[in-house]
């Protein structure tokens, strides 16, 4: 399996702020994906990012919110912007292990938003 | 609508006993499954992956598929406190991502 890199792990910020949280694979892959989970939910995904084209946001979720960049086949940000308490949740990053089968994760980053 | 149910518990158990955990699924043509440990405040972990009908045993877990049923189980033999954890299910239909269940706390008390 990958091994994934997220950053930060945690952070509190103020509300109507911005957060830009990192992934690293120590792999080349075609798709990474964002997760949210919010306080004693389960995963929830927010986008799949592809190298070279446009994020795919799932429904709910919209890109002026959450814009993703995926310059390269072994790097993804997720931006958390204008934010509100009600996105304090833990963000995961993750892969696929083959096409269409298990994903991997992150180690997450818990954001707090006050 | 793809859902993936599980009952969120607690699920507790004595250590050394069996646990058992449940998910069902509504989607017929999903094609894999996986279950997946969650300590409080990390991210999950891939315990076991069961993609045809019968058991998938590897050391205590087992996991169970009844695909008529649209059943999936996880079984964890000899359960240790260190088995507590949330157990998460999730489910591919083979050309999509993965859809999650809530998750099933389980406590092995010592």
């Known amino acids: 399996s990958a091994v994934i890199s997220q950053k930060p792990s945690r952070d509190i910020c103020q509300r109507g702020t911005s957060l830009t949280i990192q992934c690293q694979v120590d792999?080349?892959?075609?798709?990474m994906f964002w997760y949210r989970q919010q306080p004693g939910q389960s995963l929830t995904l927010i986008a799949t990012?592809?190298?070279?084209?446009?994020?795919?946001?799932e429904s709910g979720f919209v890109i002026d919110k959450f814009p993703i960049s995926r310059p390269n086949l072994t790097f993804s940000t997720l931006t958390v912007s204008n934010m509100s308490p009600e996105d304090s949740s833990i963000y995961l990053c993750?892969?696929?292990?083959?096409?269409?089968?298990?994903?991997?994760f992150g180690q997450g980053t818990r954001l707090t938003v006050v | 609508q793809k859902e993936v149910e599980q009952n969120s518990g607690p699920l507790s158990v004595p250590e050394g006993a069996i646990a058992s955990l449940n998910c069902t699924y509504s989607d017929r043509g999903s094609q894999s499954f996986f279950w997946y440990r969650q300590y409080s405040g990390k991210s999950p972990e891939l315990i076991m992956s069961i993609y045809s009908n019968g058991d998938q045993e590897d050391g205590r877990f087992t996991a169970q598929l009844n695909k008529a049923s649209q059943y999936v189980s996880l079984l964890i033999r000899d359960s240790q406190p260190s088995d507590s954890a949330t157990y998460l299910c999730a489910v591919n239909l083979g050309y999509s991502t993965l859809t999650f269940g809530k998750g099933t706390m389980l406590l092995v008390s010592p």
């Open positions: 990012a592809n190298q070279g084209s446009e994020a795919t946001y």
């Open positions: 993750s892969v696929e292990g083959q096409p269409n089968t298990e994903a991997f």
């Open positions: 792999s080349q892959v075609t798709m």
